[in-house]
């Protein structure tokens, strides 16, 4: 006898389960063997209630919400660092005292054209660009700030607070209603620079 059978069956059980076992392949040794076989096999499946399609339900709700939460918290992980990454090179163009023009000429004030660095390289964050003000300041640690942005020599604090909103809705009910906090500071020197 041949270790193997090749076994083509057509089974109703209940006269509303049709199943075609199509080259099942049966070992001589194995409990399904034949029509019989199968039989029992269905007999088996039919006492089932669908356990496995609410541990099934179950497991994908858990698996998804810690997919989105691993996504959510890499963004926040992303947008601290690119926010720390823009501050340092709005710092850095700082202490070199340069200034820039408008269209028509016009000097811009340093303050500005600071923040307006650090606006630019806040990229795919979600975040607005935060306004001069308490939302973005200078504050000058040696003597009052001689002019925006700090004076030649001066030691600068730069300050920005933003609040990041959740991207996605489920996971909004976990932070403040206008999102996850964030305050970055950077102190630099500024260089001896001429002053204007």
């Known amino acids: ?15 509303s389960i049709t199943v075609c076992f199509d080259h099942f392949e049966i070992d001589n040794r194995a409990s ?3 029509r019989d076989g199968a039989l029992r096999y269905l007999k088996s ?12 339900t179950l497991g994908f709700l858990l698996f998804f919400t ?7 918290f ?14 340092g090179k709005a710092g850095r163009y700082m202490i070199t005292g340069r200034t ?3 269209s ?11 923040r307006e660095v650090f606006c630019r390289n806040v990229i795919a964050t979600g975040l607005r660009c935060p306004d001069l003000g308490p939302d973005f300041q200078y504050t000058c640690l040696d003597a ?49 620079f001429p002053g204007k």
């Not at 209630?49 to 609410?54: F, L, P, S």
């Not at 890499?74 to 926010?83: A, F, G, P, W």
């Open 104 to 114: 028509a000429g016009t000097p811009i004030p340093r303050n500005i054209v600071i």
């Open 32 to 34: 399904l063997q034949g």
């Open 66 to 72: 810690i997919v989105f939460a691993v996504v959510e």
């Open 144 to 192: 009052p700030c001689s002019q925006p942005g700090g004076g030649p020599n001066q030691t600068v604090m730069v300050t920005v607070r933003l609040s990041k909103p959740a991207m996605m809705p489920f996971f909004s009910q976990f932070f403040t209603p206008e999102g996850v906090p964030f305050q970055l500071s950077t102190t630099w020197r500024n260089e001896p």
């Open 45 to 56: 499946l039919a006492g089932q209630t669908g356990q496995a399609v609410v541990e099934m």
């Open 74 to 87: 890499s963004h926040l992980l992303y947008s601290k660092v690119t926010l720390q990454h823009a501050l």
């Open 1 to 15: 006898m041949a270790d193997n059978l090749s076994v083509l069956t057509r089974v109703t059980y209940r006269k």
């Open 100 to 102: 820039a023009d408008d």
